[in-house]
């Protein structure tokens, strides 16, 4: 499953190399399968590492809006 292999690398992405732009779609990714699969306590956990990181008009966004309101 995508959490499994993507949350213990999820605070690396930078390390690597990984943009901005590169790193939101990474989480969105990564959110999306934790709504997916019903974690919204995880899905929560990324959300507030994405305002964290502090990528602009998350609030805005499709899918961070959707699953925001849905957990």
């Not at 390390?15 to 959110?31: E, K, P």
């Not at 590492?49 to 959707?66: A, H, M, N, P, S």
Request: aromatic content about 8%; proline content about 1%.
């Amino acid at each position: 499953m995508a959490i499994e292999r993507l949350a213990p690398v999820r605070h690396d992405m930078a390390l690597v190399g990984g943009s901005h732009a590169q790193r939101d779609i990474f989480y969105q990714l990564l959110i999306d399968a934790a709504h997916r699969s019903g974690r919204k306590d995880l899905a929560g956990v990324y959300l507030r590492d994405v305002q964290r990181i502090g990528f602009e008009g998350v609030q805005e966004r499709t899918l961070y809006k959707e699953i925001a309101i849905a957990i």
